[in-house]
């Protein structure tokens, strides 16, 4: 049975990729295990199948690789701007409702093109590193873009930072420029940079010399005028002259695909975060393979306007937002500076949405809006939800309720562009909840057997590796970890384990520094919490390895109930009884009433395993875990509060309103 079907997958994988030497290395595997068995029937498939099929992994090993059927595209951001503000000039590109700001693709063509000369006339070169630092706004989209056109890097900083988050990546990859608004909400950008610049406040715009940042010599403010900085609007007019506009068109002529445009910022459970550098090659590959997947390519106008909540320091708004609306021609709707569900809301219905992204924290508070029944959003058709796993019920009511028919799940690491396995519009709900759907085009992989150090079988748990155009081009400044990340085949490790079954589905399971090892078993936070969501009276759940003396580790469920519903410990260890093995029971059941989250809308999670991690004067014990906001965002409260099968007191975080 199993060399039939792997036969079948060979036949398929060797139709839509035909000559790539990963086929050929899988044929080749193959036919050694099939020495002496009779080879089956065959069936070729119709060329409508094909298109609306992903490749499947043979010979019973977990190795599939994308089709290769569209050529990679080899230009640059500012190119695929231009030829896009060539194709449809009037066409919305760009609208921000909380600024009130709608430009057509021409116009925003027009004012990336004075804002890149704005900043090489100020000094900056192609190769300098400029800092965007704040919440989704029309700035954020147009330096994004504007040092993509210059050939200055842009490093995307997270904007919930403080001071010494700051420095450590200003000074990592050598910040030469920061543009910031003044303040949003409590942070105050422009105080938080005095805090380690002090220097600021009495330079010269454009000529600051800093001890601590000493590569930092422009700080550009967005909104408000403040000493030693220059204004976005000042830096957007300087560029505005014939001279620079042509100092710009030169440019062009030595810019590269393969040239790095961004910087992200990415860090484990461990260590300092690290700069994971990608080129225009990575990025316009990748959004422009991702909006195929999403068939954009066969939208009208009117069904290409996206919803974007996500934000745009992170690369699933940056590459997947912003980039693949620019490569299709789709018009990017940003209804908040930082996600809210009932503005959300209002943009779909007055904005007539189509597309929507999220993590599923975000989907769940759009459809629990107390006025959700009231907004238009028949005009909706479909999106993506990526970031953590997304249960059955909520695919369900995503597609149901929001009329997204054409949702898919989306998988991506940010050092992988991001995006590298992803549903088909018509897969079925199981399939959209049980996996993260099937390998994207151009690219590779694997998941190991990473002690036997080979391929792991199919349905077996193993760390997933990624290979192909979506690898970045490494750490900045980081060469060990790069190559600790990446290996001499470019194979990115991504610390995820995962499972590939017979129809190249995959499913993350856990992170390989997430695993909770209990007595000796190796346990998966993601399993468990997959299984706890098939409660009736669960809403979400985060499970979480607690140190234990005797086990290494036991389990802690903690557990967000849906409104108006109320369990016991008892009750939910009740069901685990008969359903899971029983090493897998958590000795620990939490009721939380939510989670903190990271920018990104992900929930902010460690392992605690020691005492006084969390911050100072917290009477920590051994045996706890908490739920820890450590991306330096501020905004939330300790609280204690007494949880029944927990030694003593047990700390909850609470996210302020």
């Keep these: 049975m199993r060399a039939t079907a792997a036969y ?228 957007v007019a300087a560029g505005s002259t014939k001279q620079h506009l042509e100092q710009l068109q030169h440019i062009q002529q030595f810019l590269s695909c393969h040239d790095p445009i961004n910087i992200q910022f990415t860090s484990g459970t461990t260590g300092s975060p690290k700069g994971a550098t990608l080129s225009h090659y990575n990025i316009v590959n990748n959004s422009s393979i991702l909006g195929e997947r999403l068939k954009l390519h066969k939208k009208t106008p009117e069904q290409l306007r996206m919803i974007l909540p996500s934000p745009l320091y992170h690369c699933l708004g940056s590459v997947g937002g912003t980039m693949m609306c620019l490569m299709y021609g789709a018009t990017l709707i940003l209804a908040s500076p930082v996600f809210n569900g009932k503005k959300a809301l209002e943009a779909i219905s007055k904005e007539r949405g189509s597309f929507l992204y999220g993590t599923p924290t975000m989907f769940v508070d759009i459809l629990n809006q107390p006025d959700f029944s009231s907004y238009d959003i028949s005009t909706m058709r479909g999106g993506v939800i990526a970031g953590s796993p997304a249960p059955p019920e909520l695919i369900r009511a995503i597609i149901n309720k929001i009329n997204m028919k054409d949702l898919v799940v989306a998988y991506g690491t940010t050092e992988n562009s991001p995006v590298t396995f992803s549903n088909f519009p018509e897969d079925t709900v199981e399939q959209k909840a049980e996996s993260v759907g099937r390998i994207m085009p151009h690219t590779e992989a694997r998941i190991m057997n990473m002690e036997a150090g080979m391929l792991a079988e199919l349905n077996t748990p193993g760390e997933l590796c990624i290979r192909g155009y979506c690898v970045m081009l490494g750490y900045w400044g980081e060469p060990q970890k790069t190559e600790e990340a990446v290996d001499q085949d470019k194979w990115y490790r991504t610390g995820d384990i995962a499972t590939m079954n017979e129809q190249g589905f995959c499913k993350i399971v856990g992170r390989s520094k997430d695993m909770i090892i209990r007595g000796g078993e190796n346990i998966y936070p993601a399993e468990l919490e997959d299984f706890f969501h098939t409660h009736p009276k669960v809403q979400e759940v985060q499970v979480v390895g607690v140190k234990d003396d005797r086990m290494g580790e036991e389990i802690c469920a903690c557990i967000r109930l849906k409104d108006g519903e109320e369990t016991t410990v008892e009750e939910i260890k009740a069901f685990c009884k008969g359903k899971i093995s029983h090493f897998k029971i958590p000795r620990y059941i939490v009721f939380v009433t939510n989670y903190p989250l990271t920018v990104s809308g992900k929930v902010c999670k460690v392992k605690e395993t020691g005492e006084g991690s969390l911050g100072s004067g917290v009477p920590w014990g051994p045996t706890f875990v908490c739920f820890s906001n450590g991306c330096g965002e501020a905004g939330s409260r300790l609280t204690k509060s007494p949880n029944p099968g927990l030694p003593g007191a047990f700390p909850v975080l609470a996210l302020k309103a």
């Design 8 to 235: 079948v997958g060979m036949l398929r994988l060797g139709r839509m990729c035909a000559g790539s030497p990963g086929v050929l290395g899988a044929r080749a595997a193959l036919s050694r295990s099939w020495q002496g068995a009779r080879l089956p029937a065959v069936r070729f498939l119709s060329s409508r199948e094909v298109d609306h099929m992903a490749p499947l992994p043979a010979g019973g090993l977990s190795y599939v690789q994308g089709c290769t059927k569209n050529h990679l595209i080899s230009k640059t951001v500012g190119r695929c701007l231009e030829a896009t503000a060539q194709r449809v000039p009037e066409r919305e590109a760009l609208v921000v409702l909380h600024e009130n700001v709608r430009l057509t693709f021409a116009q925003l063509k027009e004012e990336v093109d004075k804002a890149a000369s704005g900043l090489l006339s100020i000094g900056l070169c192609k190769g300098d590193r400029l800092g965007m630092w704040g919440p989704n706004s029309y700035a954020w989209v147009l330096i994004q873009l504007a040092t993509a056109q210059a050939g200055i890097i842009l490093v995307s900083v997270n904007p919930a930072y403080q001071p010494t988050e700051l420095e450590y990546v200003l000074k990592k990859v050598g910040c030469k420029a920061l543009v910031f608004p003044k303040q949003f909400k409590t942070q105050q950008y422009y105080n938080i940079l005095k805090q380690i610049c002090p220097e600021v406040e009495n330079a010269q715009p454009g000529a600051l010399k800093s001890q601590r940042l000493p590569d930092l010599t422009t700080v550009i403010s967005v909104d408000a005028p403040l000493p030693g900085t220059l204004l976005l609007d000042e830096v």
